[in-house]
């Protein structure tokens, strides 16, 4: 179940046990954002959010209420005689959520309504629409989107589509703590999870893993005798690599770093397969470009996987 979703199957769906295909499209309490805003350019922003309701033939005191609320909520009032072609692309956002409040539907859905945005508005719409959802907790909204930021900090719960499938279903620190799989593990976080190629050496509670590269590298994932020899990759978020001061997992000459600031990015030396490990240590660290640096993880942090599937699920 989705976010008050009961059943989402072949096209046949319901909403608090209504059978949706029985009810006209006009009634079913949902309404869409669009990613291309999809105002009217002749009408003003007031007649834009109040256009569904003139047509569902309110009151003129029903739509006003509506509508002045919804401006209220979104920050719109300033602007609600003004044509879109007199605001911004954050404010024209606003208008289109806004143009879905009045409605007071049942389910919101989003499609990628930040995505027309440049960096800085979309980081300001998304607290916008983090805070409506905090204004409106009966409500529910299903929003899609690509980028992972978005979802981790806007979600409650995450569905990941991959391959005309389902990968994992879950919060946002579920899946970026306990991924199930190697699409996952990769799409949730930034920069994505390394990921390295080795056997199984010792099992048990702690597992060891020779890896391919030389290193050797302990998880927290439990493993069965059986497993002894077993091929896997492991998985190690950059911001969970620390510099080695014993076995270390990996070891690497420093093509290029990032100082963002608080921390600075490291990007190794591509290896024989195209692969490239990235870490991201704590402080402006540019002396370490060109240098030969070893990486180690807290077997905590360390995921395990076999032919893509996550072993701590098996």
Do not use: C, W
Request: glycine letters at 8%; zero cysteines.
């Amino acid at each position: 179940m989705i976010a008050g979703l009961e059943r989402i199957t072949g096209g046949d769906f319901s909403i608090d046990g209504v059978r949706m295909n029985d009810v006209p499209p006009a009634q079913r309490g949902i309404a869409m954002v669009f990613q291309s805003y999809a105002l009217y350019p002749h009408m003003t922003v007031r007649d834009n959010m109040s256009f569904a309701l003139k047509i569902a033939k309110k009151s003129p005191q029903e739509i006003a209420a509506a509508v002045d609320k919804a401006a209220k909520i979104l920050q719109l009032t300033p602007y609600l005689d003004r044509l879109p072609k007199a605001l911004s692309g954050g404010q024209r956002q606003r208008v289109a959520i806004g143009r879905s409040i009045v409605r007071d539907p049942k389910v919101y859905l989003f499609d990628e309504p930040l995505s027309n945005l440049d960096a800085a508005l979309r980081v300001a719409t998304r607290i916008e629409i983090a805070q409506l959802k905090e204004a409106m907790p009966n409500s529910t909204m299903i929003y899609v989107t690509h980028d992972q930021v978005e979802a981790m900090t806007l979600a409650s719960r995450i569905v990941v589509l991959a391959g005309g499938g389902i990968s994992q279903v879950g919060s946002p620190l579920e899946l970026y703590e306990r991924p199930e799989n190697e699409f996952v593990a990769q799409f949730i976080g930034s920069p994505a999870m390394n990921l390295m190629e080795g056997e199984v050496s010792g099992t048990g509670a702690i597992t060891t893993i020779k890896l391919k590269n030389g290193g050797i590298a302990h998880s927290a994932v439990p493993t069965q005798p059986a497993d002894q020899g077993m091929k896997v990759k492991i998985g190690v978020r950059p911001e969970d690599l620390i510099e080695a001061t014993g076995d270390s997992l990996y070891t690497g000459e420093v093509e290029i770093t990032e100082a963002l600031g608080e921390v600075t990015l490291l990007y190794f030396k591509k290896t024989g397969d195209g692969a490239q490990v990235v870490g991201k240590l704590p402080g402006i660290r540019p002396e370490l470009r060109y240098n030969t640096v070893r990486l180690s993880a807290d077997p905590k942090k360390v995921h395990l996987f076999a032919n893509g599937k996550s072993l701590l699920y098996r």
